[in-house]
């Protein structure tokens, strides 16, 4: 009851919420590009599917902080740097994120230059989840050593991430109607997915790379595909108008 009444405690959870929401947006654009592989009828249910098991895996790591700490020690040096077992989780993470956007790039430009194009190969829901579980215990490991990092009290890193979870399963829907409805938004999703690889990545080797560049570069990227989707509504507007 202390906690509805300090100040201190509401600043802590609606900052730390804020950062918990930033770092699923990788996530969101993972599961948006994975969910719209399976039958249009099974997405909202793959997709909820997956965002549950976030908030899972994110609440089991909460509830483990002595096994995150034991995660951070070091196993053996490579090249000069100590690597550890988040080390090799980031690597491994990183490696398939690289992957799987490489393969999803692949076939989107392979069925947009088929000439005859057919349908495109449906996934079932199991596949998809487990590689949404693979993933989510990445970025789960990510955020819950941010909450660590920030506070202290339990209570309030279990709410900050309840809420944020609650805010990703509402913005997801959205977002990934938008981005299965837009070829080139896709292309640039699977392009942010690459950047996160890569970022996943030089981290577990101890190249850190600061969110905030990142999050800079996808900002401007996608501040620049919405100027290219309004001059094309505006370009179709127009010769609507001419040939009515």
Do not use: C
Not at 48 to 65: D, E, K, P, S
Not at 127 to 137: H, N, T
Request: negative net charge; without cysteine; glycine residues 6%.
């Amino acid at each position: 009851m202390e906690l509805l009444f300090s100040p201190e405690a509401w600043i802590s959870l609606v900052t730390l919420v804020a950062l918990e929401a930033v770092l699923g947006i990788d996530n969101l654009v993972f599961i948006a590009i994975l969910v719209d592989r399976v039958p249009e009828q099974q997405r909202t249910l793959t997709r909820r599917l997956g965002i549950a098991m976030a908030l899972g895996t994110r609440l089991a790591l909460l509830f483990a902080l002595a096994w995150i700490a034991g995660l951070t020690a070091p196993l053996f040096t490579a090249m000069g740097e100590e690597i550890s077992w988040r080390d090799i989780i980031l690597i491994g993470g990183g490696m398939f994120l690289l992957a799987k956007a490489t393969r999803e790039i692949h076939h989107n430009i392979e069925e947009a230059g088929d000439a005859s194009p057919t349908a495109k190969p449906l996934a079932n829901i199991l596949s998809v989840v487990v590689q949404i579980a693979l993933i989510d215990l990445i970025f789960s490991l990510d955020s819950v050593i941010t909450a660590v990092g920030m506070v202290n009290d339990l209570t309030i890193m279990t709410l900050a991430i309840i809420i944020a979870v609650a805010l990703m399963l509402l913005a997801s829907g959205p977002l990934s109607a938008f981005v299965s409805r837009h070829p080139t938004v896709k292309m640039l999703a699977m392009s942010f997915l690459l950047l996160v690889g890569m970022a996943l990545v030089a981290d577990g080797l101890g190249m850190y790379i600061p969110k905030g560049y990142l999050y800079f570069a996808m900002g401007f990227s996608v501040l620049v595909e919405s100027l290219n989707l309004w001059m094309s509504a505006r370009h179709k507007r127009a010769r609507d108008v001419t040939q009515g």
